[in-house]
């Protein structure tokens, strides 16, 4: 072989296992101690209501955001689909299943445009699930990171929040055990850890952890003989037309608890005392927990985030 095809050899050589060490890097993570700092210093209390925008899907809808909006007397807007990752409400080729049926509300505006035009100072996002599908095929930490520098555009200050959510009742892991881990594993291992690295500008992703508040309340809900007639997290979801369990979307009880979660981290306030009577986003009234129900769930839910640095709740 010439001189000069061995030269070539070794360069092809060369080329091909810089592009395999590059292959095998992977996306930049944050380490476990790096994404703890991130969290040192609390957000600011806020001074008064909140301008909110929620993105998201059937675990965000209309009820919850409604029920938020009632108890911390502010305005929300918000853009929805039914099991919508964050990809396909960013791309426009996309498409968003139930677009139509979920926005066709006085609360919906598009998700760029609200972002762009600074009117909002919280954004409210979160992921399909389940959260291993969305991670291994619609790209959650790029769109995640995607979504919060848009935010940050339009306005440099505003609040992100990663709206962590639950499983099917019926997870073969376990609902109680993918709630447990799913955090660490996922949407902070994952998402956070990877989105926060991929681009300083970000800034610092906060999250609002209402699957790790429903674990929480139904260890003890399900420890006793239940409260005001609530005996377990079944109590917490809808049911179909024909009576069957729906696994994953929650009636207005679990509106209600969701609802207190996001209320605490954003206004960093323990929702102990808040009415439990409330409106849907219908203006019908809600089905109301009962006195001691309301206050098993406020307790549970300030002593879940106020304990959660990446709540950015100032720490006791």
Request: glycine letters at 8%.
């Amino acid at each position: 072989m010439p001189y000069t095809h061995f030269i070539l050899a070794g360069l092809v050589a060369v080329a091909c296992g810089v592009a395999a060490w590059f292959l095998t890097l992977g996306p930049k993570v944050l380490t476990t101690d790096e994404l703890a700092a991130q969290y040192e210093t609390p957000l600011p209390q806020p001074k008064g209501p909140l301008q909110v925008f929620h993105l998201g899907h059937s675990l965000v809808g209309r009820d919850m955001p409604a029920m938020l909006a009632q108890l911390a007397e502010h305005d929300h807007s918000s853009q929805l689909g039914w099991g919508t990752p964050l990809k396909a409400h960013w791309e426009p080729d996309e498409p968003i299943q139930g677009f139509e049926v979920e926005n066709a509300h006085d609360h919906y505006r598009d998700a760029k445009e609200s972002l762009a035009s600074g009117d909002f100072d919280t954004f409210i996002l979160t992921e399909m699930v389940e959260i291993e599908a969305a991670i291994e095929y619609f790209d959650s930490p790029r769109y995640l990171q995607k979504w919060a520098s848009e935010a940050r555009k339009g306005n440099p200050d505003i609040r992100v929040f990663l709206y962590e959510t639950w499983h099917d009742l019926t997870d073969p892991q376990g609902w109680l055990t993918r709630l447990d881990v799913d955090p660490a594993r996922y949407w902070e291992g994952v998402l956070l850890a990877q989105a926060m690295a991929a681009d300083p500008d970000v800034g610092t992703i906060y999250v609002i952890p209402a699957g790790r508040v429903m674990a929480e309340f139904a260890r003890r809900l399900e420890s006793g003989n239940g409260v005001d007639g609530v005996t377990s997290r079944e109590d917490l979801f809808s049911h179909a037309d024909d009576g069957s369990l729906d696994p994953i979307h929650i009636n207005d009880l679990g509106a209600y608890l969701v609802a207190l979660t996001h209320y605490a981290v954003l206004y960093q306030r323990s929702p102990e005392g808040l009415p439990g009577q409330l409106n849907r986003a219908d203006g019908t009234p809600a089905t109301a927990p009962g006195p001691e129900l309301a206050a098993l769930m406020q307790g549970t839910v300030w002593d879940v985030v106020s304990t959660l640095p990446v709540t950015g709740i100032p720490q006791n």
